[in-house]
């Protein structure tokens, strides 16, 4: 398999906002696609070691859709997030404090069936939808 991919996005906004923004279902499907023709009609997350975290994929015109699901295993409060996807790919995501703002870095092992480019671009453009929205949403203090 090849080399995990990386990407990453600077969050104008502290890492508490930025984690609630990643890990609570309705945020997530503001942000959670990679192109204005899709979106993100649900999302569970059972944000615990063991629990599972589901987004609904979706094309907006609704021809085609998938859930795309994985079971978190290691989990740092407003730090980290890992989990096996359904696939048995691993993610890793980690939120650092930036100056005023957040770093969030994702690393995953890519999937066989497309272009390793083609999945980092993909990635990276969901990223920068989350970025984008965590963004314009007003800072709050989360326990989340």
Same mark, same amino acid.
């Given at each position: 398999m090849?080399?995990?991919?990386?990407?990453?996005?600077?969050?104008?906004q502290?890492?508490?906002?930025?984690?609630?923004c %990643?890990?609570?279902?309705?945020?997530?499907?503001e942000?959670?696609?990679?192109?204005?023709?899709?979106?993100?009609p649900?999302?569970s997350?059972?944000?615990?070691?063991?629990?599972? %975290?589901?987004?609904?994929?979706?094309a907006?015109?609704?021809?085609?859709?998938?859930?795309?699901?994985? +079971? %978190?295993?290691?989990?740092?409060?407003?730090?980290l997030?890992?989990?096996?996807?359904?696939?048995?790919? #691993?993610v890793? #995501?980690?939120f650092?404090?930036?100056?005023? @703002? +957040?770093?969030?870095?994702?690393?995953?092992?890519p999937?066989?069936?497309?272009?390793?480019?083609?999945?980092?671009? @993909?990635?990276?453009?969901?990223?920068?939808?989350?970025?984008?929205y965590?963004?314009?949403?007003?800072?709050?203090?989360?326990?989340?």
């Open positions: 090849p080399d995990k991919i990386t990407i990453e996005a600077l969050v104008d502290p890492r508490d906002h930025v984690w609630h %990643y890990v609570t279902p309705a945020h997530i499907t942000w959670n696609f990679a192109d204005p023709g899709w979106c993100c649900s999302a997350v059972d944000l615990r070691v063991g629990g599972r %975290y589901v987004a609904r994929m979706e907006r015109d609704q021809s085609f859709g998938f859930d795309f699901g994985g +079971t %978190y295993h290691q989990i740092e409060q407003h730090g997030l890992e989990f096996h996807l359904d696939d048995g790919r #691993v890793e #995501v980690v650092d404090d930036h100056g005023t @703002g +957040t770093k969030v870095t994702t690393r995953f092992d999937e066989t069936q497309n272009p390793v480019e083609m999945q980092r671009a @993909g990635w990276q453009a969901i990223l920068n939808n989350f970025k984008t965590a963004e314009g949403q007003r800072p709050r203090h989360s326990l989340a």
